[in-house]
């Protein structure tokens, strides 16, 4: 809900697209009343997906931030007051499936080296009206901000599609009868690299090379997308990669319901060894079908009836940098290597193994449906 004023207490970002390119771009209320993208105001060349960010999405927006009483004008030409806010609105979906996350930022080391009670620890969680929450984790009860949202931020998954950003709007209904939102309801992977100070007793994020701090995850039922979220820097989280069915060599992926499985990778021989993401191809809708079996042909299971093989197929090893691809395996479609046994999804999270201790992932294993 907006403070004293109108400024927005609530830090959100939204995903936007700079040619192909995914970015976050921070969207609120400045002290005058003006909505503001990136601390600038909105205009009508704010967001590249201007598709996505139409009037209805704005105001959607404008909702979440705590503003029920909107003017009839155009959202860059309203000038918000008080009177634009007349009840406490806190929107925050359920969380289902979406595990919370810690997420740790750095603490005090003891004589003896040993993490002290004083950290600066958050928890990351999606949740279902297409939020994906970090919340401060300190306890409430010593004075600290315990559960206060720091930030907020919103995939274009969500925001395209108006049935799906419909739940980011206050008491909003769908005419859909059994139909929920379900948002970000799939578990994160929070991947963290550390720099111990004993010197002067602390712990930090470390940030040299590729070292950080990362966010990565899916959607579940709320959409086919996997994303990359750079939180390294609190204040300023960025956007590393979204990867949907559109994306090249992507094509059999389905709903993303497991946390990626993060390991290391020679490419070469002079290779000193490459992040990686491993994770299965995703959930079919197919199979909420009760009878639905792949090659299974019955009427009862309208167009999955009768099919050889399903979305989500598949397993992808990706750059835990960029989210470019590096290997596939499939059973159709344009796979590093076709298995065509694989013609069911693969949604359960993906078990390696260093078989010889030597820091590098040697074999995979993994369950299909």
């Known amino acids: 809900t907006p ?4 400024t927005s207490t609530r830090t959100l970002y939204v995903e936007d697209l700079n040619g192909t390119t995914p970015v976050l771009r921070k969207f609120g209320v400045n002290d005058s009343g003006k909505v503001v993208v990136d601390n600038a105001a909105l205009t009508t060349t704010s967001f590249s997906d201007t598709a996505t960010f139409d009037e209805i999405t704005l105001r959607r927006l404008l909702n979440f931030l705590g503003f029920d009483n909107l003017p009839s004008t155009a959202v860059k030409d309203m000038t918000l007051t008080t009177d634009n806010a007349t ?3 806190r929107v925050v979906g359920a969380t289902i499936h979406s595990t919370p996350a810690a997420v740790s930022y750095s603490a005090t080391l003891d004589d003896d080296g040993k993490v002290t009670a004083t950290r600066d620890d958050y928890v990351l969680f ?3 009206e297409g939020g994906l929450h970090l919340v401060d984790a300190d ?3 010593d004075g600290g901000d315990g559960g206060k949202e720091d930030f907020v931020v919103i995939p274009r998954e969500i925001l395209r599609d108006k049935s799906k950003s419909l739940a980011l709007v206050d008491d909003a209904n769908k005419a859909e009868i059994g139909s929920p939102n379900f948002g970000i309801d799939a578990p994160w ?3 963290a ?14 940030t040299d090379g590729n070292k950080g701090l990362y966010a990565y995850g899916g959607l579940r039922m709320g959409g086919e997308a996997f994303y990359g979220l750079n939180l390294t820097t609190r204040t300023s989280p960025s956007m590393m990669f979204t990867i949907t069915p559109t994306s090249t060599g992507f094509e059999r992926m389905g709903q993303i319901w497991s946390k990626p499985t993060k390991a290391k990778i020679k490419r070469t021989s002079t290779d000193t060894g490459t992040d990686v993401l491993v994770f299965g191809g995703g959930y079919d809708m197919c199979y909420e079908y009760e009878k639905f079996q792949v090659g299974v042909t019955d009427t009862d299971l309208g167009t999955c009836s009768g099919k050889t093989d399903v979305k989500g197929n598949a397993v992808y090893i990706i750059n835990a940098q960029d989210g470019s691809l590096i290997w596939s395996a499939a059973g159709t479609g344009t796979a590093s290597t076709t298995v065509n046994t694989m013609t069911n999804s693969v949604v359960a999270g993906i078990t390696t193994l260093d078989r ?3 820091g590098f992932m040697d074999h995979i294993y993994f369950a299909d449906l």
């Not at 403070?3 to 109108?6: H, I, L, Q, S």
Request: charged share 20%; aromatic share 10%; hydrophobic share 25%.
């Open 87 to 89: 009840v406490p609105i």
């Open 126 to 128: 999606g949740s279902s």
């Open 139 to 141: 306890n409430y009860s």
């Open 3 to 6: 403070k004293t004023g109108v």
């Open 189 to 191: 992977l929070v991947s």
């Open 193 to 206: 690299d550390y720099k111990y100070d004993l010197t002067n007793n602390t712990v930090n994020i470390a």
């Open 356 to 358: 010889d201790n030597d």
